[in-house]
């Protein structure tokens, strides 16, 4: 018996590599395949830099919003190719995949072999068809290296419905831009209302909607993410650069955590609506097949290094947290008061986390979803509250755990790059709650929405009258939507706040909100 299991492990095993490798049977081939319409409407994406290469990734769809994206359950071999130039006069790598209908005719090529922190061209080409559009990449520094300079973007929060993606589309002409850390809320869940009204460009309200009712099958989630990536600012912003991307509750469900959703549906029955929400996030992100679902879940916290200037850890704040706090309204599913075991990253994470912190690197960024540092404001009664329950405040022993972490190593190059919250903060993580205005174990820089929450108010409120006072470790909170640019090199750490003037209709203008820097010597901001 013993042999015949390890023989079906082995079986299983072989099963899996074939897979990713495209070599394994997929039923049907479409041998001579004849598209309805254009396959690459979804356009093209890189992900997940390394030293010798990246991940690449497209999905067919000529009908994106039809059953299946309009394709037949057959795999289509699609040749991929990677250049030193836009016209592809030197290709440097190329190969067949299979698109296959079991993963939405997605594919994620890993291409390996090419030359550290150099900028490449990548297409691809499928039979009967015009090739995809063309996309743009930079590897990563070599191992040691200690780049000039690294510029990324951070960015997330873009609920369709709240506005238009021009931010996307200032983003995807950003200059020298290395690479965008997407931090989530990628697709929103819920149904076709908003809250916002849209408009034309000449000022006519126009029905700006999430196609279908909240979703729950994989079939929804696949249509959802069709509709966003048919936009075309975001399919521009993927082309420009390689995506570094991590899911939060919209990719599944408002305020999950973990086992449990907003609504107390039963566990068992959630894990459903998540393994389906997960294989789609996969099937749609450009990430490595360490990230590929399985029964049991999938892993999405990794790391990457970019030479000796610093490593990027990004985090998984969903997926092992305990359930909320139970808040002002008091659901009856909650947590009624928290506990030294409590925990927002689960402490396997945690463990993981610690250990990656150890290095020789002029920077630490912690690329996560939800706000670290307290965010005071008054609660019902009157009294100050250190911020949301589904935040780190939520989780007051997990957020002790990591600032213990952080000083334990005497760490002083720490950044926090976070979003979720709608808008743009920056601040510092103090060492303790009880003073805000003392020792702080990192900075955050906290990057507002895409288009969640609509156009907000041109009026930031900077320095000590943050939120009337009560923040004095907060240096801006505005209310605009935009994204943040973040130029790191050797001697500081500078990040440029973007807003644009309106999303609720397009063509939003893009300014320059704030600069700040900060030095690896010190977790203390300075205004550029």
């Known amino acids: 018996m013993k042999t015949l299991l390890d023989r079906r492990k082995l079986l299983v095993a072989a099963g899996g590599m074939a897979v990713f490798a495209g070599l394994g049977s997929s039923g049907r081939v479409w041998a001579q395949p004849v598209f309805p319409n254009y396959p690459f409407q979804l356009g093209v994406a890189a992900g997940d830099p390394l030293p010798d290469g990246f991940v690449i990734w497209t999905r067919l769809a000529p009908k994106p919003l039809d059953e299946h994206g309009g394709m037949p359950a057959l795999g289509v071999s699609v040749r ?21 209908p079991e993963l939405a005719h997605s594919i994620h090529v890993e291409v390996g072999g090419l030359l550290p922190w150099r900028r490449y061209w990548y297409r691809f080409v499928v039979q009967g068809a015009e090739a995809s559009p063309v996309g743009r990449a930079r590897t990563a520094p070599a191992i040691g290296d200690l780049p000039a300079r690294v510029r990324l973007a951070s960015a997330g929060c873009q609920n369709y419905p709240a506005g238009w993606f021009d931010a996307w589309r200032h983003l995807s002409e950003e200059s020298e831009l290395d690479a965008v850390f997407h931090y989530g809320d990628y697709i929103y869940e819920g149904g076709s209302a908003s809250t916002q009204e849209i408009t034309d460009a000449a000022g006519n309200a126009v029905a700006r909607r999430h196609i279908g009712n909240e979703i729950y099958s994989l079939d929804d989630y696949r249509r959802r993410y069709a509709q966003y990536k048919s936009d075309p600012h975001l399919r521009a912003a993927h082309a420009a650069a390689a995506f570094i991307s ?41 990430v490595r097949r360490a990230q590929f679902p399985t ?32 808040g002002e309204s008091d ?41 670290v540092m307290p965010f005071l404001r008054p609660n019902m009664t009157g009294a100050d509250a250190l911020g949301s329950t589904d935040q ?41 709650d009880a003073a805000l205005d003392g020792p702080a174990a990192a900075v955050e820089f906290l990057a507002t929405s895409i288009t969640s929450g609509g156009d907000g108010t041109p009026n930031p409120v900077t ?38 003037d309106r999303v609720q209709s397009p063509g939003g203008k893009l300014s320059t909100l704030a600069r700040f820097v900060v030095t690896p010597d010190k977790s203390q901001l300075h205004k550029g």
């Open 80 to 100: 991929w190719e990677v250049a030193e130039d836009e016209r592809f006069a030197h290709i440097v790598r190329s190969g067949e995949a299979l698109a296959r």
């Open 246 to 286: 991590a899911f939060d509750d919209h990719e599944v469900d408002n305020n999950w955590a973990s086992a449990y959703d907003q609504d107390g549906t039963a566990p068992e029955l959630f894990a459903l609506r998540r393994a389906v929400a997960m294989q789609a996030w996969y099937e749609h992100m450009p």
């Open 295 to 326: 029964p049991a879940g999938l892993t999405m916290f990794r790391r990457l290094d970019y030479g000796r200037l610093f490593r990027m850890h990004v985090l998984d704040t969903r997926s092992y947290r305990s359930d909320q706090l139970c």
């Open 331 to 371: 659901p009856s599913h909650c947590r009624m008061q928290d506990g030294p075991i409590s925990t927002l990253m689960g402490s396997a994470q945690e463990a993981w986390l610690g250990k990656g912190l150890v290095n020789s690197a002029r920077w630490n960024l912690l690329a996560q979803q939800v706000r």
């Open 392 to 432: 780190w405040a939520g989780y007051p022993a997990a957020r002790a755990r990591l600032v213990k972490a952080i000083t334990d190593r005497k760490l002083t190059n720490v950044i926090v790059a976070t979003g979720d919250a709608h808008v743009h903060n920056v601040g510092v993580v103090p060492v303790r």
């Open 463 to 500: 320095g000590p009258s943050v939120a009337d006072g009560r923040n004095p470790h907060l240096a801006l909170h505005a209310t605009q939507r935009g994204y943040q640019i973040f130029d790191v090199t050797p001697n500081e750490w500078r990040t440029d706040v973007k807003v644009l």
